[in-house]
């Protein structure tokens, strides 16, 4: 095994690295966190920040009873995870979702890490397979894996890389929405962390508004795909607006627009559709537009989404955008602790092991970097258990998938194991996650 006077090398410091190099060095073991920025960037980064956030600033529901991503926070939170540590002090109302000011978020992660004793920061792009003498690595490049790594990666392994794309959704001016139109209010007036249940801007549409808004959708000018991109799928999860649009008259109203819990003060009428728009920083001085992901060009997006009532002199501090998003084969190239069967030193973690999502991301970091620094301390570590959010999350990418169709997946209560008696609706979930955090206190506190 690895020596203790031996560092281990994080390559890459979004979500996952930063949870990875955080774990590894609680365990007093020396970390190299290499991250490129700034002095190479990306498609979709603006800053040089640790654990930036570049598409939505939510980690989604924090409902650890009947959600299975709260779930995953919790199991995070009781496991001394710095992204939700960091998450829970920068949170911002969003009703029942965890939603972070994506800039103090990325300075409180930047700061712990860069204060740890244990860890170091260096700045520069790994370009390759990292050098032979680097015993311990975790690569948590992300989905935007720098291109000469990604071919290195790929020539080792002899297997072509897999991709989607993934959408950015535009962000707006809290002054300049018309609240003449719009109004504050979260779905059924449920408050979340750090919330009051007016945690959303509401913009609705009559029926006519909606299908005329549609068409505008479908038909304005979108980004060109250049050659090499053209049959790369996107992630279901995450499509673009004007794909979900295209799919039929009420795929938008049945999903990001749709208008139920939700009371117009400023009419006695029910919308057709709404828009939402989520806070995404402290001050309330910028909104998010949920679920508007979009490749529509910069000048047709504030063309079309400035015939949304409410939104007629909307200012933009962001406007969506497109990049694409690179994964490997994870249930034909890793084994079941996250190491490349081709090269067992290198372990891999976050979304480039086919994970989707920022707390899912995270968690496999997590469990990258207690791994990693089980190798480095010469102990065991034993897999968190399948009944958990984060055994199954491990256990579907690294031995439940189906390598032939495998494709990004979030964490959702289908990747673990069913209940054994017949029990539907709330109580099946909630039974699961009763049964997560049992079984994750006894793998955390094992008895002699």
Same mark, same amino acid.
């Given at each position: ?57 939510? %980690? ?244 079309? %989404? ?74 065991? %570590? ?54 997560? %955090? ?11």
């Amino acid at each position: 095994m690895t020596p203790t006077n031996t560092p281990v090398h994080v390559v890459g410091g979004g979500l996952a690295g930063s949870e990875a190099a955080w774990q590894i060095a609680e365990t007093d073991v020396h970390v190299i966190l290499h991250e490129m920025r700034p002095n190479r960037g990306t498609d979709a980064h603006q800053t040089d920040g640790l654990a930036e956030l570049v598409c939505s600033n939510s %980690f989604r529901s924090d409902d650890a009873e009947y959600n299975a991503v709260g779930l995953l926070h919790e199991e995070m939170r009781r496991c001394n995870s710095v992204i939700l540590k960091v998450a829970d002090r920068t949170k911002v109302p969003a009703g029942g979702a965890l939603a972070v000011d994506r800039d103090t978020f990325s300075a409180g992660v930047t700061e712990a890490l860069a204060s740890h004793p244990k860890i170091s920061i260096e700045r520069t792009e790994v370009r390759g397979i990292p050098p032979s003498d680097w015993s311990n690595v975790i690569v948590a490049t992300g989905p935007l894996t720098s291109p000469a790594l990604a071919q290195a990666v790929e020539n080792l392994t002899g297997k072509e890389s897999l991709a989607f794309f993934d959408a950015i959704a535009p962000i707006i001016y809290a002054d300049s929405i018309d609240f003449d139109v719009a109004w504050f209010q979260s779905r059924y007036d449920k408050p979340g962390p750090g919330g009051t249940g007016k945690d959303y801007i509401n913009c609705p549409m009559d029926k006519t508004q909606y299908l005329s808004f549609l068409e505008e959708l479908k038909a304005a000018d979108k980004s060109e795909f250049k050659e090499w991109e053209q049959n790369t799928p996107y992630f279901e999860g995450c499509l673009p607006i004007e794909v979900m649009a295209s799919r039929g008259e009420d795929t938008l109203r049945y999903g990001p627009m749709k208008p139920v819990g939700l009371t117009n003060p400023h009419k006695n009428e029910k919308a057709y559709a709404v828009i939402q728009l989520r806070q995404d920083n402290a001050l309330g001085t910028l909104y998010n537009m949920v679920g508007f992901q979009t490749k529509l060009k910069h000048g047709e997006q504030s063309r079309v %989404f400035k015939t949304i009532p409410g939104l007629e002199n909307a200012s933009f501090a962001r406007l969506g955008g497109i990049h694409r998003n690179t994964f490997i084969n994870s249930p034909a190239l890793l084994d079941e602790e996250l190491r490349l069967k081709a090269e067992r030193r290198l372990r891999f973690a976050g979304q480039i092991t086919g994970v989707e999502g920022y707390v899912e991301s995270a968690a496999i970091g997590l469990l990258a970097g207690r791994y990693a620094a089980a190798d480095a301390t010469d102990t065991d %570590f034993s897999p968190p258990p399948v009944t958990t959010a984060l055994g199954a999350l491990l256990a579907h990418i690294t031995q439940g998938a189906d390598s032939e169709m495998f494709q990004p997946m979030n964490i959702n209560f289908g990747l673990f194991p069913a209940p054994e008696m017949r029990i539907k609706g709330r109580d099946r979930k909630k039974f699961q996650t009763d049964r997560a %955090f049992a079984d994750l206190q006894s793998w955390q506190s094992p008895q002699d």
